[in-house]
């Protein structure tokens, strides 16, 4: 599949218009829809929804750029006034839910909002906005694979895209296009398990463990760096979030278990009275 689009839209004056900027944008904007469901499903006004994505938006776009430093530590140091640009490529996952995390934690702090019940409302979002999001890599070519010789592999020609030159009209894996796939099974897999399981919690324990499962197996065919063990960064990440994910889930399954039923707690109520 050729890929002849140039990231940039056009220019206004001074601005620049992206496509990155524009489906990221959408992706955030059909991802806080999503999120204000959740929460009228779970009782919670929809008000939070947009006062969240305030605080959380810019808090995931923050972490990202800490993440992306990171990854790319080397060329950063020798080029230090590049770690504030507000280009928005390159963005890493991680570091926008990361980030992203800690800003809607603050504001349920502040709010007192029940923390896991707001936290299951972000698991169906995240993965619509991402798979909008991905769109935008692959209009960038900014998370290029391997080159392959399969037929459905992404071969860019537009100079102006952020693949490497080296791979400028090469066939390589379309790793974004990948990612929307498994994306589209974590979905179908969350909305028919969480029907079942009614515990707090497990929605967003469940997507984080289920993507970090197949960014794992995924970053196999992306150009990043070894970091040990022929592991690469994105999966030791991964690795480190699937086991805390197993875990978190143990921990909630046990501690639904252990809880009194809500009869019961409301009988007790009633005697005392």
């Not at 080029?79 to 991680?94: D, K």
């Not at 070519?141 to 100079?159: M, R």
Request: aromatic share 12%; with cysteine; hydrophobic share 50%.
């Amino acid at each position: 599949m050729t890929i002849d689009i140039d990231p940039v839209i056009g220019t206004l004056g001074p601005l620049t218009f992206r496509w990155y900027g524009v489906l990221m944008m959408l992706g955030v904007a059909v991802g806080v829809v999503i999120f204000a469901d959740q929460l009228r499903r779970r009782g919670i006004s929809t008000d939070h929804a947009w006062g969240i994505a305030v605080i959380a938006v810019p808090c995931g776009a923050i972490g990202a750029r800490l993440v992306h430093v990171f990854e790319n530590l080397g060329y950063f140091w020798e080029n230090p006034g590049e770690i504030f640009g507000l280009q928005l490529v390159g963005l890493a996952i991680y570091g926008v839910v990361g980030g992203g995390l800690i800003g809607l934690f603050a504001y349920c702090r502040w709010k007192k909002l029940p923390m896991l019940k707001v936290l299951d409302s972000t698991a169906l979002a995240f993965p619509v906005g991402q798979i909008i999001g991905k769109f935008a890599n692959i209009i960038n070519g900014d998370t290029w694979g391997n080159p392959t010789d399969l037929p459905w592999g992404f071969t860019y020609v537009n100079p102006d895209s952020f693949i490497p030159d080296r791979l400028l009209g090469v066939p390589t894996h379309p790793n974004p296009m990948y990612e929307q796939i498994w994306l589209l099974v974590i979905l179908v897999v969350m909305l028919v398990s969480l029907r079942r399981i009614k515990i707090d919690g497990m929605g967003i324990v469940m997507y984080l463990g289920l993507y970090s499962l197949g960014r794992f197996f995924l970053s196999y065919l992306r150009v990043n760096k070894i970091l040990f063990w022929g592991l690469r960064e994105a999966q030791v990440i991964a690795l480190v979030l699937l086991v805390l994910s197993i875990a978190a889930a143990a921990y909630l399954v046990y501690r639904s278990r252990k809880a009194p039923p809500a009869t019961v707690v409301r009988t007790k109520k009633t005697a005392s009275r």
